[in-house]
């Protein structure tokens, strides 16, 4: 078994700029035999820059049971692929938070909280939530907070249309 850093890229949409984001882990599941050392627990935090990455040190082996586990969490229509996963390597269920500027913000910024959002790794990378709704070309609408516990929405992409297999395009779509 060798450990991986596994990195997952979160990208604004023209004209957002990201300050800083994080990763809290609540739940997951890892390929049996795939973190001997337990670098993954609940209330694990990876944390970004304005750069967007977030980094998971975890090994990469591929098994069935992460793929169940992720499909008894979120259904297709909740995912961005609006398919069921098969094998995964490993999947982690729990709260992104962004801070951004720009767009209808300005300078002045805020900070976005999304509850029970998945991400899970095979080569390329799963995301999707308990509050998000598959909508078209591997997107999904995803209900969060803001600062000040207003909901707000975002549309995240993942795969096609120029974004690589490792990048989640973020577009604030209702502040």
């Not at 991986?4 to 023209?14: D, I």
């Not at 957002?16 to 337990?38: A, C, H, M, W």
């Not at 598959?134 to 549309?155: A, K, P, W």
């Amino acid at each position: 078994m060798k450990y991986h850093n596994n990195h997952v890229y979160f990208t604004l949409s023209k004209g957002y700029s990201l300050v800083s984001g994080s990763y809290t882990v609540n739940s997951f599941f890892i390929t049996e035999g795939q973190d001997p050392k337990e670098n993954i627990e609940q209330g694990y935090t990876t944390s970004c820059n304005s750069k967007g990455e977030l980094t998971f040190v975890v090994g990469c082996s591929s098994s069935t049971e992460v793929g169940d586990w992720f499909n008894l969490i979120i259904p297709r229509s909740q995912n961005t692929f609006n398919d069921t996963a098969g094998k995964l390597n490993f999947s982690f269920l729990g709260t992104l938070r962004l801070t951004i500027t720009g767009g209808l913000l300005g300078s002045r910024g805020d900070t976005f909280t999304f509850r029970n959002i998945i991400l899970a790794q095979k080569g390329g990378w799963w995301f999707g939530g308990q509050d998000c709704f598959h909508i078209e070309y591997n997107q999904v609408m995803g209900r969060g907070t803001n600062s000040v516990n207003n909901d707000v929405f975002f549309l995240f992409r993942r795969g096609g249309h120029g974004n690589s297999d490792n990048e989640v395009l973020v577009t604030p779509n209702t502040l």
